[in-house]
């Protein structure tokens, strides 16, 4: 590749982040706007372009010496051709996103699952280095995975392995953006444990979380941290979810590490406790006390 700079852009439900950087991995600058993806495909677009346009001229450099733009999305995905197939939560249906990144920039662009993108991330400057088979798991707006095994990131027969938010975990549960029901990700992500407690709160139930003037999951795990009834049951509730997903995902996989990211994972212990407890329970012994479940190295710049 020629040129000085690469530039990755993480699409996300709730944000557009994007970076540029040297080829070593070294962060110049960055930033993050909202998607905004009520607004259709071809308006988060023309954001994601925009966004490309603002990191070159942050950093004074011409296109030309921008050797590639990597986009990292949620799934499913079919890489090869750079589609999005679609995602519950964005706007896209088979829609040709790195043509239309590519013919507007002049720039080569390559399209990756957002979690495959943190977990090479991981394996290669974070806490997946030395590690050649470990879980990377994201858990945010919605929840997706990227599977390492020997040191390679697995895509699946159709390239998009890895969907761990969409493991049923309770058959009789409500239902998904995917259509889907008792999902990982309807059960235990943020948009979850934020849907959770305001259900409760508008039933009448009683918490301090009256007092937000609006309730997400860093409000739940704030004021459950602080004692209040209604979030410490909610977190206990959602995060049994996600030590379910996790404990299936090392009975599968028996790997070296899992790895939690994405915004809910900044909760800390109250999170991986809570997961590592079920893990023992719900895992064969010699696997759960093997696997190692931590946070991300990069925190939220891996992808």
């Known amino acids: 590749m020629n040129g000085k700079y690469i530039i990755g852009i993480d699409l996300g439900g709730t944000k557009i982040s994007g970076a540029i950087s040297t080829f070593d991995g070294k962060i110049i600058y960055k930033k993050s706007i909202d998607t905004l993806s009520s607004q259709g495909p071809e308006r988060v677009t023309g954001r994601i372009l925009g966004h490309i346009k603002h990191l070159i001229e942050y950093v004074k450099a011409d296109k030309d010496e921008v050797s590639g733009i990597g986009i990292a999305s949620p799934g499913p995905l079919n890489i090869e051709e750079g589609v999005i197939v679609e995602t519950p939560n964005l706007p896209f249906r088979n829609y040709p996103l790195i043509k239309t990144v590519e013919r507007e920039t002049g720039i080569k662009a390559y399209l990756e699952n957002d979690a495959n993108a943190a977990a090479l991330g991981e394996l290669w400057f974070g806490a997946g280095r030395g590690s050649k088979n470990f879980i990377y798991m994201t858990v945010s707006t919605g929840i997706g995975g990227g599977i390492v095994i020997n040191g390679d990131i697995y895509h699946g027969h159709t390239g998009n392995a890895g969907e761990f938010g969409h493991m ?52 739940v795990f704030e004021y459950a941290s602080k004692g209040d009834k209604l979030s410490c049951e909610v977190v206990d509730y959602t995060m049994n979810y996600l030590g379910i997903g996790t404990a299936n995902l090392v009975n599968a996989f028996d790997p070296e590490l899992i790895i939690i990211g994405g915004g809910v994972s900044k909760a ?20 759960a006390k093997s696997v190692k479940i931590i946070p991300p190295g990069l925190s939220t710049d891996a992808g």
């Open 268 to 287: 800390g212990d109250a999170l991986f406790s809570r997961v590592k407890n079920v893990v023992s329970k719900r895992c064969f012994e010699i696997m």
């Open 168 to 219: 049923t975990v309770e058959p009789h549960g409500p239902r998904c953006n995917c259509g889907n029901y008792g999902c990982l990700e309807v059960m235990s992500s943020g948009t979850a444990i934020a849907r959770i407690a305001n259900e409760r709160l508008k039933a009448g139930e009683d918490s301090l979380l009256r007092n937000c003037e609006k309730v997400t999951s860093k409000e």
